[in-house]
Structures are given as structure tokens and as C-alpha cells.
């Protein structure tokens, strides 16, 4: 296992080769760089070979970016990859033309080539960063980071830690398994879920802490399928927000919390393990059987005690949904996939059976839709209100991301629960979102299984 502190001291060994390497970095008034590359880091525990990956700043995660509420971030990408790529900032209210999606928003930068974003972060909360050009290979080697924008007043914590949550397929040599990024079998059921489970990069990582420090902790799910019911043991804890946006009260965290593809949570916890003990945040698997996703070993605390339940988080400023009463109602049903029963749908004009459809690698539809047209789902005009009945045909779980906006979940007519901009919809199940269309552009909606959205599961809707 990888103590913490030589992850950290390898992070600084890259990070060192990249600084050395790049001079242009110190020029004054460049925006800050991140430059896709290759790199070659230690995922798997010690003993087992590196693996070569594809990350900014040759990292994975990527550098965390922290700003204040109402910042300005700037980033130039600068590619040094084989191949085109651009960012996506995932869950920011952002200016369309910086939201990153290639053959949507921008081109794709071509390799030797650079892009400058810049925009406003007009949200606190936890957010992420990652490559939007053939997502499912791209996110899937590396291409990610978190984003995280601070409350005006962040809340008293004794310390905060981000933890990114990520799987990777790995053969016996912990290369990545690159046939499985097109392979029909996974494209077809769950997606690419991989085998080697890791925290910021790192297999089974140790955080020591005190008894009865409080910490926040900004979780981030940046893997292309799997998702993560999580547990606490030996700590004590609130959920404040979810996918960035804080929730009215904090949420006693007694049983599951359940972080699909893309979606965030920020949880205040403190250290209830007597000194000694490890605490953990735990990982069901498949069959429920507990593992560790992150160690807290915990030593003696100085005179603190526990203390009394967090407040909520201040605000952003999103607009509420109010009535629903004129909101345009839109539908977007799910189907294929293994076991489904999508017999055909339409891919180029053409209407094509399943078995052709798989031919091109195509195997889900949205609305009878195997592919991501020139006309969009719906065409809005600026301020409208939004219903959308999500009908899930299939028999597996989809996480669905809009680009640009949050929104809520609709339950008996009205809004209910948190705001969000991931849902996780379950297999054969219905579920309604509701939404302001209050920033102008064209924005995905897809889901965040990447490889599910390569095969058939994007869309989008314009708004004017
Ligand atoms: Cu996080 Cu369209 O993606
Ligand atoms: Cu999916």
C-alpha cells in the first residue's frame, strides 16, 4: 500500500517535470496552462508495475482548481496528446461558448494546439473538470480534475479533503485495457467498469487524522460507469451538498449514499474512532460486501469534543422553479441495451435493426434516436420553465447530466428533493426533472455512463 506520504512525494517528483520542462509557465500575464499529456504514475499498489495514462499536467486527478464564489477561472489547455480533446467543466453555470463540448460548443483542439477558457464561476460548491471529446477513452485514461469554488464564508472545518473517486481497467501488467474502450459487451450492459478501485490515484488510500476533527469532504465520482454506495464507520457525518449545490439542512448520514458517474457530494463528518481505531469511508460492492475506499487512522485528539450538527451551507443563487403550472413538458424515453427490447431506431436517416445498429456501434436510443442529431430535443426560449419525464426502458441504471443548468426532481407535480445535475435513473423506472432554462446556448443532456453516451445516449436541447 502507498502511504500518503509517498504519493505526495511522487506527485511533487511529476509535478517537478512538468514545472522544469515548461518554461512558459513563468511568463506573467499567460493564464495558468494545463496541458494534456501522457505520463506514467503508480495506480496500482507497490510492487506492481506504473501505468501509463493520459492526464493534465500528466496527473490523475488533474490539479485541483480553486477559486472563491463569483471568480474568474482561466485556464489555456494546451494539447500534447495523439489525438483532439477539450474540457468540459462539469455542473458550472457556465458562458456556452466555454462549456467545452467539442462538435457542440467549440472544435476540438488538435494536438500541438492550445485553448484558452474563461469564464465565472458564479456558484460555490464541488465541481470537476474533464476531457469532452471521445469522453469514454479520454476521461477513462486520466483526463479529469476537481473544481472547487469556496463559499464567500466556508464553513468552520478543522480540515478539508477532496477525494476523487475513480476505477480503471487494468490487464495482469496494469496497463489499460485499450480494447475494451469500443468493446460491445460492456458498451452493451453496465459500461466500462473497471478493476482497480482508487482515491486521488491512489489504491487503498490512509488519511491519519485526530479523534473529533471535523472535516469536509468534497467527493467526486469521476468514473466512466461504476457507481458507489458509500458508508461512514467511526465517523460522524452530515451530507451539506449535493453536485455542488448545498442542501436547505444538512442530512444525517446514517445509511448509504449512493454517488453515480459525475455526481458530487460534500459531506461534514467528525472522527468518532477512539484513538487507534481506523475510520473509513466505506464501499459496498456488488454484494454488498464492505471495503475501504479511504483509511482514516486515527491518533489522540488534543481537548476537542464532539460538536453540535453543521449549518447549512449559504445559498447560490439559482433560480427557483416555482409553478409548474405553464412549464413545457418534454419526454425523452431510454432504450437497448442487453436485454432490452429496442428492436430498432434510427441512426443517419435510416431506421436500422438492432443488429445493424450494434454493427455501428450503436446500442441505445433516446427517443427512438441512436445518435446525437442536428435537431435538438426541444427548442426553448430564454426563462421558460421545464418538465421532463425521463422514462427509463431499459434494465440498467443511467446517470443523466444537463449541461448548463441544475434542476429538480418532480415528484406528485411538484419540486422535490435537492437540486442536482446529475439523476441517477434506475432500471425501468420513471422519473420527472424540472428546470428553469435560464442561460442561453446549446446544452447536452446525456448520460454519464461515457460509454453508453458514445453509443447512443446524448442529446440536447437550444436555448434562445
Ligand atoms: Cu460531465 Cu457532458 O459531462
Ligand atoms: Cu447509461
Redesign the pocket.
Known amino acids: 500500500m502507498l502511504t500518503r506520504r509517498a504519493f505526495i512525494g511522487q506527485t511533487a517528483a511529476t509535478l517537478g517535470m512538468v514545472m522544469s520542462g515548461r518554461q512558459v509557465l513563468a511568463a506573467s500575464h499567460a493564464p495558468a496552462i494545463l496541458t494534456a499529456r501522457e505520463a506514467t504514475v503508480q495506480l496500482a499498489p507497490d510492487g506492481y508495475p506504473a501505468t501509463s495514462i493520459w492526464g493534465y499536467e500528466g496527473r490523475a486527478p488533474g490539479p485541483a482548481i480553486r477559486v472563491r464564489r463569483g471568480e474568474r477561472v482561466q485556464r489555456r489547455l494546451v494539447n500534447n496528446l495523439p489525438e483532439p480533446t477539450s474540457i ?1 467543466w ?2 458550472i453555470r457556465i458562458d456556452n461558448a466555454m462549456d467545452g ?1 467539442s462538435g457542440l460548443t467549440q472544435e476540438a483542439v488538435a494536438p500541438g494546439q492550445a485553448f484558452d477558457y474563461d469564464f465565472v464561476a458564479p456558484d460555490a460548491g464541488t465541481y ?1 473538470y ?1 476531457a ?1 471529446n471521445r ?1 469514454w477513452v479520454q ?1 477513462a485514461r486520466g483526463l479529469h480534475g476537481p473544481l472547487i469554488v469556496e463559499e464567500a464564508e466556508p464553513p468552520q472545518v478543522d480540515r478539508e479533503e477532496t477525494l476523487v473517486l475513480d476505477d480503471w481497467l487494468l490487464d495482469p501488467e496494469t496497463a489499460l485495457i485499450d480494447e475494451s474502450f469500443d468493446n460491445p459487451m460492456r458498451m452493451s450492459h453496465g459500461g466500462r467498469i473497471g478493476n482497480l478501485i482508487t482515491t486521488n490515484g491512489q489504491f487503498d488510500p490512509a488519511i491519519p487524522v485526530e479523534r473529533h476533527t471535523r472535516l469536509r469532504l468534497r467527493l467526486i465520482n469521476v468514473s466512466n460507469a461504476r457507481i458507489f454506495p458509500l458508508q461512514l464507520a467511526g465517523l460522524r457525518g452530515w451530507t451539506v451538498a449535493l453536485d455542488g449545490m448545498p442542501l436547505a439542512t444538512p442530512e444525517p448520514l446514517e445509511g448509504v449514499l449512493v454517488l453515480a458517474p ?1 455526481q458530487r457530494a460534500d459531506l461534514i463528518v467528525d472522527v468518532t474512532a477512539e484513538a487507534g481505531e481506523t475510520a473509513h469511508l466505506v464501499r459496498l460492492g456488488n454484494d454488498d460486501r464492505p471495503a475501504s475506499q479511504v483509511a482514516f487512522p486515527v491518533s489522540a485528539s488534543a481537548a476537542r469534543t464532539p460538536r453540535a450538527a453543521p449549518a447549512a451551507l449559504p445559498p447560490n443563487s439559482v433560480s427557483g422553479l416555482g409553478s409548474l403550472a405553464d412549464a413545457r413538458p418534454l419526454r425523452l424515453v431510454m432504450s437497448g441495451g442487453a436485454m432490452g427490447r429496442m428492436n430498432s431506431a434510427v441512426l443517419g436517416g435510416e431506421r436500422l435493426g438492432f443488429r445493424d445498429l450494434a454493427a455501428r456501434g450503436r446500442f441505445w436510443a433516446f427517443n427512438d434516436m441512436a445518435e446525437m442529431t442536428q435537431a435538438p430535443l426541444a427548442d426553448l426560449s430564454l426563462g421558460e420553465r421545464v418538465r421532463l419525464e425521463i422514462v427509463n426502458e431499459t434494465v440498467f441504471p443511467h446517470a443523466m ?1 444537463l ?1 448548463g443548468m441544475h434542476f429538480r426532481e418532480i415528484r406528485d407535480g411538484r419540486p422535490a428533493g435537492p437540486m442536482r445535475d ?1 439523476l441517477l435513473v434506475a432500471a425501468q423506472e420513471t422519473r420527472e426533472i424540472g428546470f428553469v432554462a435560464d442561460n442561453p446556448g446549446d446544452w ?1 443532456f ?1 448520460c ?1 455512463m461515457l460509454s453508453h ?1 458514445e453509443s447512443g445516449m ?1 442529446t440536447w436541447v437550444r436555448l434562445t
Do not use: I, P
Open positions: 468540459h462539469h455542473g463540448v470537476w474533464h469532452h469522453s476521461v459525475a447530466h449541461h446529475t447536452l446525456h454519464h453516451a446524448m
